[in-house]
């Protein structure tokens, strides 16, 4: 809190010389001081909320809800702030390079989304609202983490966890002797709807306990309960859009994204939306068929997982033996970037992390220079948020001399002593995209931290995330990390030409819970300037059924008790942001394809015209560069199945 506290004073003091410097507003004085400004704030502000997600404490949340509205206030500080705003479009563009162009224009838009140019009546209200959100959104945080680790399914019995691999059993007998239940066993939950121990429980009662315990979330009659919170966000969101001049939150947010309009992203959801709800209710006969009873939403991923080892001759359990985190990670996820761009990845255990499950590799080039350092946090506690994500400690930038430090954070059950943490398929997935988000930051090459890294629209920022998932199940790649954790024997190669052929199997389910945390997503933040919304399940429901989407058997993927994605990370009216990115991945992998796959020049120019430059041009013209053109759709339609 005092670095904090002295880092705002630190900065205003800054700005307060910007706006009073008598000499007449240049590119240097004003925007560069700018970007020179806040340097102990930021550093203070990213260990911080480093830390209150990945390794909360009873007095870090108490903190949190104090530093929430301080900084919101500072911003306001900032972006309110007219004679800053007014000296900002003094400068002159004439002269000026593309980055610090683009630059000038960025800081004129910011300026004006944050409402600079309002009075003052509206300003004061503005920043009321702000103040609300930012405490709102600590709340629904701070509630959704305490309630997912009460609903943690406890059990009497090894027997009814039966279906689970004896490693799972006994990272279950771990979690619940931490929790204080000797003797028993505790299944912790992640944050989606769906849980991993659904595939292969084979108790039905208890999968349907776990399920239900999921889906109730912050929505239970208690103090945890976030609908409320939820309400009151997009209310205030709404509120806000209002004042600054859109119809609504959803309009505000597609202004500052890559997509043109609210109207072009609702339109095509809602073209994907009956394609993907037709090929689920296939997918659902077939399982029916299996199951020889109707399917319910608990039974979908054990008689899901059940059609592939039968159909496809998949079998999800077999494989996890073979997907060993740390053959993982360095055979896998560290081998692909060594491949790919000459990485290497050495252990620095004499740097100490903000927990002792966190692991730190200095990150060099080909020729041994340094690039940055990452950090791994992967497996679950209390303390953590759910789900997965990757966070800047220290963004590159040429101007300040700062190289990258970045965090991967993922939500994997932590083994007993001395046990191997295996890992499903979806959680390999996860190791590969997180690291393409690490990817992002550690290779960004820009002038100016504005523009470092992961700084770029909310709709682009998974772009390469997700391209790095394509290096999963290559043949080189697989064949170096997927070995037996016991014997050290390879994945068969025909067990990988099976998982292949899978792939489109489950996508009906897989885009259609997708596309129901889209679209709700999209409706809490299309509610008119004074809309209240008093049931918000009730809502929930109604906009799931608007958009043809309330299907029975697949919830969406995130509900409002726990859609932390939008009321509490940064994705409001953005979710779509997923399959937005998708359709330039898509694209992106025909063309590593078509030029020869895993080999150092087709990365290095993705590297060079698209992973380095962050947001120092325009995403989408950076793509066209690298591309020749804009992203075609069929790519996506063919891997989803929805053409």
Not at 103 to 119: D, I, M, N, P
Not at 451 to 470: H, I, K
Request: with cysteine.
């Amino acid at each position: 809190l005092p670095a904090i506290e002295s880092g705002i004073a630190e900065q205003l003091a800054e700005i307060d010389a910007i706006v009073a410097n008598p000499e007449p507003a240049t590119f240097e004085n004003t925007l560069v001081a700018l970007e020179q400004s806040g340097q102990q704030l930021f550093r203070a502000v990213v260990v911080f909320y480093n830390n209150s997600s990945a390794h909360s404490t009873e007095v870090l949340q108490q903190l949190e809800a104090k530093i929430a509205p301080m900084l919101a206030e500072h911003s306001d500080n900032i972006y309110l702030n007219a004679a800053l705003a007014t000296r900002c479009a003094q400068v002159s563009a004439e002269g000026l390079d593309p980055e610090s162009s683009r630059l000038l224009s960025e800081y004129l838009k910011a300026f004006r989304r944050a409402g600079a140019q309002l009075g003052d009546e509206s300003k004061a209200r503005l920043r009321g609202i702000n103040s609300q959100i930012s405490s709102l959104t600590t709340t629904y945080s701070q509630r959704l983490l305490r309630d997912t680790n009460d609903s943690a399914l406890l059990v009497d019995t090894a027997a009814e966890l039966d279906g689970l691999s004896s490693e799972d059993v006994a990272a279950a007998a771990e979690a619940a002797q931490q929790a204080g239940h000797a003797g028993k066993y505790l299944l912790t939950l992640i944050l989606p709807s769906a849980q991993p121990p659904l595939e292969t429980l084979t108790n039905r009662g208890v999968r349907q306990r776990l399920f239900e315990a999921s889906l109730a979330r912050g929505s239970r009659d208690n103090e945890n309960n976030v609908l409320g919170v939820a309400a009151e966000l997009a209310a205030l969101r709404a509120e806000r859009a209002d004042l600054l001049g859109y119809a609504s939150h959803a309009e505000f947010a597609m202004d500052d994204q890559t997509a043109p309009s609210l109207s072009a992203v609702r339109s095509m959801l809602e073209t994907l939306a009956p394609a993907a709800v037709r090929n689920a209710k296939v997918e659902a006969d077939q399982l029916a068929a299996v199951a020889g009873h109707p399917i319910e939403a608990w039974d979908w991923a054990y008689y899901s997982a059940m059609v592939q080892r039968e159909k496809y001759r998949v079998d999800a359990v077999m494989l996890r033996e073979y997907f060993e985190l740390e053959r993982v990670l360095n055979d896998g996820v560290f081998y692909a970037a060594h491949k790919l761009y000459g990485l290497t990845f050495e252990p620095r255990e004499d740097l100490i992390g903000y927990h002792p499950d966190v692991r730190i590799w200095e990150v060099k080039i080909a020729d041994g220079t340094g690039l940055g350092l990452f950090l791994g946090d992967y497996f679950t506690r209390d303390e953590k948020n759910g789900g997965a994500w990757m966070n800047p400690l220290v963004e590159q930038s040429t101007l300040l001399g700062h190289q990258s430090v970045v965090v991967n954070n993922l939500n994997i059950s932590k083994p007993a002593p001395g046990e191997p943490a295996l890992l499903t398929p979806d959680q390999v997935r996860t190791c590969f995209h997180e690291f393409g988000h690490a990817l992002h930051g550690l290779f960004s090459n820009v002038t100016f931290p504005r523009f470092s890294g992961t700084s770029v629209a909310r709709d682009f920022v998974e772009y390469p995330s997700q391209v790095n998932e394509m290096w999963i199940l290559d043949p080189e790649v697989v064949g170096n990390y997927a070995r037996h954790y016991q014997t050290g024997a390879p994945l068969d190669a025909t067990v990988v030409e099976r998982m292949k052929d899978a792939s489109l199997w489950g996508e009906g389910f897989g885009t259609t819970e997708y596309l129901g945390a889209a679209l709700l997503d999209l409706a809490w933040h299309e509610l008119s300037p004074g809309q209240q919304i008093s049931d918000p399940l009730a809502f929930e429901r109604d906009a799931l059924a608007a958009a043809g989407l309330a299907v029975e058997q697949i919830p969406p993927r995130y509900r409002t008790g726990y859609f932390k994605h939008i009321f509490a990370g940064g994705y409001a009216a953005g979710y779509y942001s997923y399959i937005w990115s998708e359709v330039l991945d898509a694209d992106t992998v025909e063309w590593f394809k078509e030029n020869g796959g895993l080999i150092r020049a087709n990365a290095d120019q993705f590297r060079a015209m698209l992973l380095s430059r962050g947001n120092a041009a325009d995403p989408l013209d950076s793509f066209r560069s690298f591309r020749g053109r804009d992203a075609a759709l069929e790519p996506l339609l063919n891997r989803r199945g929805l053409n």
